[in-house]
């Protein structure tokens, strides 16, 4: 045998500690970049976290900057990241009425009727493990909600201008000029706080 197959790591002989700790090293640079840039490292795309939720709703959020807004059309345009990186999302923002409500984390949301044809929305608890784990102590697994009054509807989107939001949307379709065009059909809004 020659020298040098002797010294080759899983050859018989002993691995070169310095490759292990490179490899330590790397490891966490690694975690230490992926946990200290949560800009880079979370997508603005995002799942609802743990929460009563609307029977039928998938669970998808969108988070981003309101950079533009459409009363007439009822639209906010939504901006994340900057540069190269940047991408949008047009928020389709109901002609319901809304009402305030908080979250299961007590933040306050904006919340339209889910579904537009009944009177009171159905809520269910959505969250992590199976059906018999997911549901906090002492909560109600289902919770009825009444529709707010028809006089509370949002005109004016001028007031998220600048904000940061996340959008819980449904993608649909609806026909418009005898043609199919898809949406993001918004049913709660959480406004983020301000940045100081």
């Not at 691995?15 to 975690?31: E, M, P, Y």
């Not at 743990?50 to 900057?65: A, F, K, L, V």
Request: aromatic share 12%; glycine share 8%; hydrophobic share 40%.
């Amino acid at each position: 045998m020659s020298k040098q197959q002797a010294k080759l790591p899983g050859a018989g002989g002993k691995r070169d500690q310095s490759v292990d700790r490179f490899v330590l090293v790397v490891l966490l640079f690694s975690i230490a970049v992926f946990c200290g840039s949560p800009k880079i490292a979370f997508a603005q795309k995002g799942t609802a976290e743990s929460d009563w939720y609307p029977m039928g709703y998938g669970g998808d959020t969108w988070t981003g900057e309101v950079t533009a807004f459409d009363n007439e059309q009822r639209a906010l345009t939504l901006t994340h990241g900057s540069g190269k990186n940047v991408q949008t999302f047009v928020a389709s923002i109901p002609n319901l009425p809304y009402q305030w409500r908080r979250d299961a984390r007590k933040s306050r949301v904006i919340d339209f009727p889910y579904d537009k044809n009944r009177p009171v929305q159905i809520y269910r608890y959505v969250g992590p493990g199976f059906a018999a784990s997911i549901v906090p102590e002492g909560a109600p697994a289902e919770v009825s909600v009444p529709n707010p009054p028809a006089s509370d509807v949002i005109d004016d989107f001028a007031q998220f201008k600048g904000r940061t939001i996340v959008v819980f949307y449904t993608p649909r379709e609806r026909e418009v000029n005898g043609q199919k065009v898809k949406f993001n059909d918004v049913w709660r809004i959480l406004v983020m706080p301000a940045k100081k």
